[in-house]
């Protein structure tokens, strides 16, 4: 007989019982009394423990879905490595399954019903309830489960797990460290183990391997840990081993791994740190691994950003995203794109590169910072990088200055307006008014070694830049099929396009796939959705994407559905709220008539029967809602689907004295004769407020315009009113974007937690490094306890910009060099340098033809930008010579030389070459001897004289020195195997003369 009771619990199935096996086992037949009935019993109870070995255990799981680290009731511990944001889906985390792992936690962590909220799809609510998690955990509450929120969740788990561990009443296991990133090595100790039974066995809840021990008192093992998640690490005492090995817990720990995505790692390969790489030159960035069989990291999933560090600290600001600028891999001329795809070279200096796979979240950065040197030709039209806005046949002005290059060539522009485009030879360096005749200007340049390099502006025809937009669906629609639906966008610039269905972000029809330019201007598309039968009652999973290729033909814009859609039967009961939205704010009254009057509509479809619309005011919009605050508004509208309209317009209701302030939320239900129901909230909260408080609001008061140049100060200044206690402000630089201005820059001086008094003044010192542009500060008056980075979502109270302004790059000349002392010197030589137009961060390079060095970043300048004090460092393999000197300055992006020279000097004393023995029979090992005093590491060789050779890397590398000259001493053997008589020669550098010694080999 088996008897096996099973619960289900949404995705996991756990088996509570054991097959009873009885048809083996006596049990009454031969038992006379009570005690021997209670033995019997005892017996059976034994027999079965030691089904154990079988995965059999009785009154435990045989079966269990659940990760290694499922935990006692109401501590049920995800195991979770993908970054999840509203609207994913199971099948999109790695592994899969991560959503539902997600929300079966939420579950029990805060007593909801399971059915409600685990589905494997990440909506509103458990974006709710992810929010909430994160500010009772004091974390960035976005919503968003990254690094910080997954490991907070493995810590949350870990200490309800340590309070289940008191249920030992002696725990013979303890482990050091408990919590940490993978791959994590764990110290485990077993103590109080006794010399009796069949030794302990340590399982460590992660799949692998048990380790077993007999020692007696104390035993320790170490173990790695290599994917995150939480781990119940058991120790158990055996017993009757190998009949039955009854196991008896004797210690429990658990062990909380976290970190990224392990299973898919990516790692910067090039630039990883000291690289010199030139700007407009095409230069590779690669990571490992990468492959396309099985594909891993290919370049479609991967981003890569270029990233500046901020002095001494471990802080990083991204400069802009480097683009694709080749055919393959990630090739790129360094150009840094802002969110309007705008491309510009960044300020030569030392940066680095990160990574990310925009699939699994995994990244990485360069382990050191490598050097960008400043392009070797700058072009600009009408003083700018562009892009530029001109109207066809119109005179601009382009001016470019090249740096050891020996020709160039124009293209885009014509001589005189009307000409046919043609390609124009110009100086190396120069500038003079030319005519639009394409949509960029481009130059480029030859230098003496045949190689070449470019630069190039992009020009803008229209009065405003190309832009795209959708408006409607763009999330949270509910589209009934066989219904036509029209599609709306707005844009500008655009001749064609190609309108597509996707389903889960990957393509799924297209609706279509050539709209011509009259459909284009008028911001409209209608179709009916009637071939996705199939795809009704699925959930928001859709979205609507539009590729738009731009009138002057420069390329193509794209947008798709902010937030996914459905599609409904359009037969089903639906019921949705439409006044009042949500965002609104209404002034509560100070007797029983006055108050602000709020809207009450609803729009009820597919009503079979008649029935009554019920409104009510809650605090929450989710099933919980009557756990909360809550007031009727109307509980019995009367509604007749056959002779009333669908938008039932319940008129108004007067916020008067009895309403509470703080925000709200509007359901409608529909109660139907017939049985049916239905149920919806307002989108999101709107808020009461008492008319003595008043509404909050927030100005800034400066800047109101103007220009302020780089190097110099913002001043800024704000005030508010009716701010709540504790509540704080946060300001935001804006850079144009497509829609408008867009926050770019937090000022507050602690991101993420600081946040400026309610009324107050800030000076802003804009860095030397700024890329010029037009501006706004964006002020946001938000909620006591919020996050200073915080821009939407209930931590918003009110929020208000400052008029344009401008900030621009300080006039600052071409860097001039007067002098170098000393004018000579080899490794680490302090030199002073003097000149004019020194930035506060300085490159430093020795240039001899088209080869130059680096031998100096981040100089600071001192007496007003005219001394430069540095120690130079030479680069390994740097010939001695004479140089001319090149300072590239970050104030005015421009590199300046003179004819001022440095001499590089290495200095070296004889070299001595021995051999011992010198004479033998073949044969004959000769041990070789060399001794010098050199300052830096250079190529030195030997010749054996027999045909073969070798260098001195080869032999032991010597360490490269950027201190004083140094001794080296070195001693190797070489095997002459033929008679004869042989001259060993070692060769220094250059044109020395060679060190010999002659090697006599006779026969046996």
């Known amino acids: 007989m088996c008897i096996i009771v099973v619960f289900r619990n949404m995705k996991k199935y756990i088996s509570l019982g054991a097959c009873l096996v009885v048809f083996a086992l006596p049990l009454t037949t031969s038992a006379k009394t009570l005690d021997e009935i209670r033995l019997q019993l005892e017996s059976v109870l034994a027999q079965l423990r030691g089904l154990s070995t079988n995965g059999m255990v009785l009154g435990a799981a045989t079966t269990d879905d659940y990760p290694s680290g499922d935990s006692t009731p109401g501590v049920y511990c995800p195991q979770l490595s993908t970054t999840m944001k509203r609207p994913f889906r199971d099948s999109q985390t790695n592994p899969p399954g991560q959503v539902t792992e997600l929300q079966i936690f939420l579950a029990e962590y805060y007593g909801l019903n399971e059915e409600d909220i685990v589905t494997g799809y990440?909506?509103?609510?458990?974006?709710?309830?992810?929010?909430?998690?994160?500010?009772?955990?004091?974390?960035?509450?976005?919503?968003?489960?990254?690094?910080?929120?997954?490991?907070?969740?493995?810590?949350?788990?870990?200490?309800?797990?340590?309070?289940?561990?008191?249920?030992?009443?002696?725990?013979?296991?303890?482990?050091?460290?408990?919590?940490?990133?993978?791959?994590?090595?764990?110290?485990?100790?077993?103590?109080?183990?006794?010399?009796?039974?069949?030794?302990?066995?340590?399982?460590?809840?992660?799949?692998?391997?048990?380790?077993?021990?007999?020692?007696?008192?104390?035993?320790?093992?170490?173990?790695?840990?290599?994917?995150?998640?939480?781990?119940?690490?058991?120790?158990?005492?055996?017993?009757?081993?190998?009949?039955?090995?009854?196991?008896?817990?004797?210690?429990?720990?658990?062990?909380?791994?976290?970190?990224?995505?392990?299973?898919?790692?990516?790692?910067?390969?090039?630039?990883?740190?000291?690289?010199?790489?030139?700007?407009?030159?095409?230069?590779?960035?690669?990571?490992?691994?990468?492959?396309?069989?099985?594909?891993?990291?290919?370049?479609h999933e991967v981003s890569a950003y270029l990233e500046r560090r901020d002095g001494g600290s471990e802080l990083f600001t991204v400069v802009g995203q480097l683009r694709e600028e080749g055919k393959a891999s990630i090739h790129t001329y360094m150009r840094v794109f802002d969110a309007n795809s705008v491309g510009k070279y960044p300020p030569p200096g030392q940066y680095y590169v990160r990574v990310v796979n925009n699939n699994t979240g995994a990244w990485d950065r360069s382990d050191a910072a490598f050097t960008l040197l400043a392009p070797a030709i700058d072009l600009k039209v009408n003083g700018s990088d562009g892009p530029v806005q001109v109207a066809v046949n119109t005179a601009i002005t382009v001016s470019w200055i090249g740096r050891n290059v020996t020709s160039c060539v124009l293209y885009g522009v014509t001589a005189r307006p009307g000409d046919t485009v043609g390609n124009i030879n110009v100086d190396p360096s120069g500038s003079g008014m030319y005519y639009v005749s394409a949509n960029y200007v481009n130059i480029t340049c030859r230098r003496s070694d045949t190689s070449t390099v470019s630069d190039y502006v992009t020009l803008m025809y229209a009065n405003q830049p190309a832009s795209l937009r959708i408006t409607t669906p763009n999330g949270g629609e509910v589209i009934p099929l066989d219904q036509k639906h029209t599609i709306y966008w707005s844009q500008v610039g655009l001749n064609h396009m190609s309108i597509a269905l996707y389903k889960n972000d990957m393509w799924k029809a297209w609706i279509n796939k050539d709209v011509g330019p009259d459909i284009v201007a008028s911001g409209s598309y209608t179709w009916m959705p009637k071939d996705f039968a199939t795809d009704i009652d699925q959930g928001a999973i859709f979205k609507?994407?539009?590729?738009?290729?731009?009138?002057?033909?420069?390329?193509?814009?794209?947008?798709?559905?902010?937030?996914?859609?459905?599609?409904?039967?359009?037969?089903?009961?639906?019921?949705?709220?439409?006044?009042?939205?949500?965002?609104?704010?209404?002034?509560?009254?100070?007797?029983?008539?006055?108050?602000?009057?709020?809207?009450?509509?609803?729009?009820?479809?597919?009503?079979?029967?008649?029935?009554?619309?019920?409104?009510?005011?809650?605090?929450?919009?989710?099933?919980?809602?009557?756990?909360?605050?809550?007031?009727?508004?109307?509980?019995?509208?009367?509604?007749?689907?056959?002779?009333?309209?669908?938008?039932?317009?319940?008129?108004?209701?007067?916020?008067?004295?009895?309403?509470?302030?703080?925000?709200?939320?509007?359901?409608?239900?529909?109660?139907?004769?017939?049985?049916?129901?239905?149920?919806?909230?307002?989108?999101?909260?709107?808020?009461?407020?008492?008319?003595?408080?008043?509404?909050?609001?927030?100005?800034?008061?400066?800047?109101?315009?103007?220009?302020?140049?780089?190097?110099?100060?913002?001043?800024?200044?704000?005030?508010?009113?009716?701010?709540?206690?504790?509540?704080?402000?946060?300001?935001?630089?804006?850079?144009?974007?497509?829609?408008?201005?867009?926050?770019?820059?937090?000022?507050?001086?602690?991101?993420?937690?600081?946040?400026?008094?309610?009324?107050?003044?800030?000076?802003?010192?804009?860095?030397?490094?700024?890329?010029?542009?037009?501006?706004?500060?964006?002020?946001?008056?938000?909620?006591?306890?919020?996050?200073?980075?915080?821009?939407?979502?209930?931590?918003?109270?009110?929020?208000?910009?400052?008029?344009?302004?401008?900030?621009?790059?300080?006039?600052?000349?071409?860097?001039?060099?007067?002098?170098?002392?000393?004018?000579?010197?080899?490794?680490?030589?302090?030199?002073?340098?003097?000149?004019?137009?020194?930035?506060?961060?300085?490159?430093?390079?020795?240039?001899?033809?088209?080869?130059?060095?680096?031998?100096?970043?981040?100089?600071?300048?001192?007496?007003?930008?005219?001394?430069?004090?540095?120690?130079?460092?030479?680069?390994?393999?740097?010939?001695?010579?004479?140089?001319?000197?090149?300072?590239?300055?970050?104030?005015?992006?421009?590199?300046?030389?003179?004819?001022?020279?440095?001499?590089?000097?290495?200095?070296?004393?004889?070299?001595?070459?021995?051999?011992?023995?010198?004479?033998?029979?073949?044969?004959?090992?000769?041990?070789?001897?060399?001794?010098?005093?050199?300052?830096?590491?250079?190529?030195?060789?030997?010749?054996?004289?027999?045909?073969?050779?070798?260098?001195?890397?080869?032999?032991?590398?010597i360490p490269h020195k950027t201190t004083d000259c140094y001794m080296f001493s070195l001693s190797w053997p070489h095997t002459y195997n033929l008679p004869g008589t042989y001259t060993a020669k070692i060769f220094p550098p250059g044109s020395g003369t060679p060190y010999t010694a002659t090697i006599n080999v006779s026969y046996l």
């Open 122 to 299: 990440f909506g509103k609510l458990t974006e709710k309830y992810v929010i909430q998690f994160q500010k009772e955990h004091g974390l960035p509450a976005y919503g968003i489960v990254g690094s910080m929120t997954r490991a907070k969740i493995a810590e949350v788990c870990g200490r309800a797990q340590a309070a289940a561990n008191a249920d030992l009443s002696e725990n013979f296991l303890s482990a050091t460290p408990t919590i940490g990133a993978a791959p994590l090595s764990v110290w485990f100790v077993m103590e109080h183990l006794k010399a009796v039974g069949d030794g302990y066995v340590l399982n460590f809840g992660d799949g692998t391997p048990e380790y077993g021990t007999r020692a007696e008192g104390k035993d320790g093992v170490s173990h790695t840990y290599t994917s995150s998640g939480t781990y119940k690490a058991v120790l158990y005492e055996l017993q009757d081993c190998p009949a039955g090995c009854i196991r008896t817990l004797v210690g429990l720990v658990w062990i909380t791994v976290t970190g990224g995505n392990t299973s898919n790692p990516i790692t910067v390969v090039s630039p990883n740190g000291g690289e010199v790489w030139e700007e407009g030159v095409m230069n590779t960035i690669t990571w490992k691994p990468y492959g396309y069989d099985p594909v891993v990291n290919p370049a």
């Open 544 to 957: 609507i994407y539009i590729t738009g290729q731009k009138a002057d033909g420069s390329g193509y814009l794209d947008d798709k559905s902010d937030m996914p859609f459905s599609f409904v039967n359009q037969s089903k009961l639906d019921i949705r709220v439409s006044a009042p939205s949500g965002g609104e704010t209404y002034v509560i009254g100070t007797t029983d008539d006055t108050g602000d009057f709020m809207p009450l509509k609803v729009v009820v479809n597919n009503a079979k029967s008649k029935g009554d619309i019920i409104l009510t005011l809650t605090r929450r919009n989710d099933d919980l809602w009557k756990q909360g605050e809550y007031r009727w508004l109307r509980t019995g509208n009367g509604f007749d689907p056959a002779v009333q309209d669908p938008i039932v317009d319940s008129g108004n209701t007067q916020i008067n004295k009895w309403y509470a302030p703080g925000q709200w939320y509007l359901l409608a239900e529909w109660q139907g004769a017939d049985g049916s129901y239905a149920r919806d909230f307002s989108d999101t909260p709107f808020t009461f407020v008492t008319s003595s408080t008043g509404i909050p609001n927030i100005r800034v008061s400066s800047p109101t315009g103007g220009s302020y140049t780089v190097g110099s100060t913002l001043p800024v200044s704000w005030s508010s009113d009716n701010a709540p206690t504790g509540s704080g402000v946060s300001l935001w630089l804006t850079v144009p974007g497509p829609n408008g201005a867009q926050d770019f820059a937090l000022l507050n001086p602690t991101p993420g937690t600081s946040l400026f008094p309610t009324t107050g003044s800030y000076s802003w010192p804009i860095p030397p490094s700024w890329t010029p542009g037009t501006h706004n500060i964006h002020a946001y008056l938000l909620a006591a306890g919020s996050q200073a980075g915080c821009t939407s979502g209930s931590c918003v109270l009110v929020n208000n910009w400052s008029p344009q302004f401008t900030i621009s790059a300080q006039n600052v000349a071409r860097p001039a060099i007067f002098s170098i002392t000393p004018s000579s010197g080899s490794i680490a030589t302090p030199v002073v340098i003097t000149g004019t137009g020194f930035g506060t961060s300085n490159i430093v390079n020795l240039v001899s033809g088209n080869a130059g060095w680096n031998v100096g970043s981040n100089v600071p300048s001192s007496d007003g930008g005219t001394r430069l004090s540095l120690s130079l460092g030479i680069p390994e393999g740097m010939p001695a010579g004479t140089y001319t000197v090149e300072v590239c300055s970050n104030l005015s992006n421009q590199c300046g030389s003179a004819p001022v020279t440095f001499a590089l000097i290495y200095f070296d004393s004889p070299k001595i070459l021995s051999a011992q023995p010198a004479s033998g029979s073949a044969p004959l090992t000769v041990t070789f001897g060399s001794s010098m005093n050199v300052c830096d590491y250079r190529p030195y060789s030997i010749d054996y004289g027999d045909g073969t050779s070798a260098s001195f890397n080869d032999l032991a590398p």
